[in-house]
């Protein structure tokens, strides 16, 4: 099994290497990724410049490839043959913080696994929670990864055996442990307390920050957000089909002539 290995954290992450020893054991391991941090970049690609890619000693003494572009980016490299055939899975992360409900638009972890939609590759994204950050997506300390590469083994060996629907990747989130189980959730939904915050810098300029640090969640079953919280491993199968097919019909009696 042909395994491609990126993120968005960057190729010097600890998550990615515990990845990349998860999945050692699983198949051959190809890893791809930015030369530097590029969270929630979402599905951005570089279309006005061209990219550099530098081969580099990983963390464990084997290679990989650094780039100055997307995790996107990574995966349409492996696509056109930087690492020799192509791909039979995408792997994304192990990402620092969970990647739940509303943020998988944002995230680049998510971004490049959806990469595989387009390309007919079945994908993975793993985030892992730290004990500080509780729900938080913002990166804190303490790590544990050894949840997620756990589940990433064993949902690598499943998509091999099983295969994934068609046009579905699955998006997974570890608790740090102990771990309470597994559960397929759905999507839930992310409460932002977004404010605008003015600062002024050594020249006078005014520099706003937009993005508040506390975010919450709409505490509902079945959601990804109560897993978490419920200290379980989610795993929520994600689709990018955005058409909303029960509105068609609705638009469609609209006088656009």
Not at 13 to 42: F, W, Y
Request: with cysteine; glycine share 10%; proline share 5%.
């Amino acid at each position: 099994m042909r395994i491609l290995l990126t993120n968005d954290d960057g190729i010097t992450s600890r998550g990615l290497l515990a990845a990349k020893q998860a999945l050692d054991t699983v198949g051959e391991v190809s890893v791809i990724a930015p030369d530097s941090n590029r969270s929630a970049v979402g599905r951005g690609i570089t279309i006005d410049r061209s990219l550099t890619v530098t081969e580099v000693e990983l963390r464990d003494g084997s290679r990989g490839f650094a780039t100055d572009g997307t995790p996107v980016d990574c995966v349409r490299f492996a696509e056109l043959g930087l690492v020799g055939d192509r791909p039979d899975l995408i792997v994304a992360g192990i990402n620092y913080g969970v990647n739940l409900g509303d943020d998988v638009t944002y995230s680049g972890t998510v971004a490049a696994a959806f990469e595989g939609i387009v390309l007919g590759i079945p994908a993975i994204a793993v985030s892992q929670q730290s004990k500080e950050a509780g729900l938080h997506f913002r990166r804190q300390r303490n790590y544990d990864f050894s949840p997620a590469a756990g589940i990433l083994a064993t949902l690598a060996r499943q998509v091999a055996e099983h295969g994934l629907p068609n046009g579905t990747i699955l998006n997974v989130n570890a608790p740090p442990p102990p771990v309470q189980g597994v559960e397929v959730a759905r999507l839930g939904r992310r409460i932002y307390r977004d404010r605008l915050d003015v600062e002024h810098d050594e020249d006078g300029r005014r520099r706003y920050r937009i993005y508040g640090d506390d975010p919450s969640y709409h505490d509902e079953p079945d959601t990804d957000f109560r897993a978490i919280a419920e200290g379980k491993i989610a795993v929520t199968p994600v689709h990018l089909d955005l058409t909303s097919t029960g509105a068609i019909e609705e638009i469609a009696r609209w006088q656009l002539g």
